[in-house]
Nanobody, 114 residues
Framework: VQLQASGGGLVQAGGSLRLSCAASGMLFRIATMEWYRQAPGEQRELVGSITSGEGTNYADSVKGRFTISRDNVRRRVYLQLNSLQPEDTAVYYC?????????WGQGTEVTVSS
């Protein structure tokens, strides 16, 4: 299993970004996919998740601003980040627990300037 995240960058406060995570080596459509983030000096935290049935859950800090979606044909999961704030600055990781193992993408960095 490989997860490849992309789409990070530098954006001003109030701006938007769309992160993408491409999955391979797995039956993507049955997997719950998650996004985490880790800010400098902080622990990694769960941003949100999407199930195989496209049910979603979000951390309180991002509800109403971030949206997770998936494309089972392209084997991709997306994280739409809107109304970004400086406190959203972090490295964002996609993650899945599949076949009794944990898999992490390499991370994509999001920097929000004030």
């Amino acid at each position: 299993v490989q997860l490849q995240a992309s789409g990070g960058g530098l954006v001003q406060a109030g701006g938007s970004l769309r992160l993408s995570c491409a999955a391979s080596g797995m039956l993507f459509r049955i997997a719950t996919m998650e996004w985490y983030r880790q800010a400098p000096g902080e622990q990694r935290e769960l941003v949100g998740s999407i199930t195989s049935g496209e049910g979603t859950n979000y951390a309180d800090s991002v509800k109403g601003r971030f949206t997770i979606s998936r494309d089972n044909v392209r084997r991709r999961v997306y994280l739409q980040l809107n109304s970004l704030q400086p406190e959203d600055t972090a490295v964002y990781y996609c993650y899945t627990y599949y076949g009794s193992r944990q898999y992490w993408g390499q991370g994509t960095e999001v920097t929000v300037s004030s």
